[in-house]
């Protein structure tokens, strides 16, 4: 554990305010949940809970199966990482933090598919070899938990209609499975 040597007091409410450069450090937004843990010495610890990482073994057998169908790269992440991802990228993405483009597309709540010749995004902050193909938002019960993805290499080709209407299906069911 990293110390940052900031205090802060708890209010007549118990709150406690988590300061900004924290919040922008570790991407945590208005609204977004948090679990608490606590250990035999006294400490308390905050971590950013993930809904959709709840199904990680989950998300990580849907992308091994669009990779069996498609031979493409398959990935769903959260809001703020890749929690699973197929194929010969996994080394280099997986658990890696995604690239601003990637979330600023999420935030859209909008589906975007590569056509050759467009501005290629990049997948992660962690690696600059691969590229958005695919992108579908997973939501449920109207909040954005994630994205499921086909990636390319720097350079591929487009995505084919067969991975963009499967990554419409895979990230459909993944909200399903969320509001359950």
Same mark, same amino acid.
Do not use: H, N
């Given at each position: 554990?990293k110390?940052?040597g @900031?205090v802060?007091?708890?209010?007549? #409410?118990g709150? $406690? &305010?988590?300061?900004?450069? @924290?919040?922008?450090?570790?991407?945590?937004r208005? *609204?977004d949940p #948090?679990?608490i843990?606590?250990?035999k010495? *006294?400490?308390? @610890?905050?971590?950013? =809970?993930?809904? @959709?990482?709840? #199904?990680?073994d989950?998300a +990580?057998?849907?992308?091994?199966? !669009?990779r069996?169908?498609?031979? +493409?790269?398959?990935?769903?992440?959260?809001?703020?990482?890749?929690?699973? &991802?197929?194929?010969? +990228?996994?080394?280099?993405? !997986?658990e890696?933090?995604?690239?601003q483009?990637l979330?600023?597309?999420m935030? *859209?709540r909008s589906? =975007?598919r590569f056509?050759?010749g *467009?501005?290629?995004?990049? &997948?992660? %902050? /962690?690696?600059?070899? =691969?590229?958005?193909? &695919?992108?579908?938002? $997973?939501?449920?019960?109207?909040?954005l938990?994630?994205?499921?993805?086909?990636?390319?290499?720097r350079?591929?080709?487009? /995505?084919?209609?067969?991975?963009y209407k #499967? +990554? %419409?299906m895979?990230?459909c069911?993944?909200g399903?499975?969320?509001?359950?």
């Open positions: 554990m110390a940052t @900031i802060r007091r708890i209010d007549d #409410l709150r $406690v &305010v988590i300061p900004k450069e @924290i919040r922008r450090t570790m991407r945590i208005e *609204g #948090l679990e843990f606590t250990d010495d *006294g400490e308390l @610890i905050f971590k950013k =809970y993930s809904p @959709i990482g709840e #199904l990680g989950f +990580a057998q849907i992308c091994d199966s !669009l069996k169908t498609t031979d +493409a790269i398959a990935a769903v992440c959260d809001r703020d990482s890749l929690i699973a &991802v197929s194929g010969p +990228a996994r080394r280099e993405l !997986l890696k933090p995604m690239s483009q979330s600023e597309l935030e *859209g589906s =975007y056509s050759a *467009g501005a290629e995004l990049p &997948v992660s %902050q /962690a690696s600059d070899k =691969y590229r958005i193909s &695919v992108a579908v938002p $997973v939501i449920a019960e109207g909040d938990m994630g994205c499921v993805l086909f990636i390319c290499e350079g591929g080709s487009g /995505a084919t209609e067969l991975e #499967l +990554a %419409q895979a990230a069911f993944l399903k499975q969320m509001e359950c």
